[in-house]
């Protein structure tokens, strides 16, 4: 069974930089479309970005220019860079499969 493990969390203020990973357990990480969701208090859960198995990238359009989704094929992990980090950035950011989702790891922005 897959199991998906997100990381790399915390709090940080505003402007600043985190990189959350997603560590995947399973056979067909290589081929798996993975996808960061975000869920704010009281909000419901949104799509931040994806990445496919040949690396095509989307974005929201909230994020676009400050947030980059990358794969380590390599490490069955992939990754979230998020830089100029805004208040409206704070959620609980879970990773996604298309099946599965991890536990889910908190980001707060301090303003």
């Known amino acids: 069974q897959v199991q998906l493990v997100e990381s790399g969390g915390g709090l940080v203020q505003a402007g600043g930089s985190l990189r959350l990973s997603c560590a995947y357990s399973?056979?067909?990480?290589?081929?798996?479309?993975m996808g960061w969701y975000r869920q704010a208090p009281e909000k419901q859960r949104e799509l931040v970005a994806t990445?496919?198995?040949?690396?095509?990238?989307t974005y929201a359009t909230s994020v676009k220019g400050r947030f980059t989704i990358s794969r380590d094929n390599t490490k069955n992990t992939v990754y979230l860079q998020m830089n100029s980090l805004k208040p409206e950035d704070t959620a609980v950011y879970y990773c996604?499969?298309?099946?599965?989702w991890g536990q889910g790891t908190q980001v707060t922005v301090s303003s």
């Open positions: 996604y499969d298309g099946a599965n």
């Open positions: 399973g056979s067909f990480f290589s081929f798996a479309t």
């Open positions: 990445i496919t198995g040949g690396l095509r990238t």
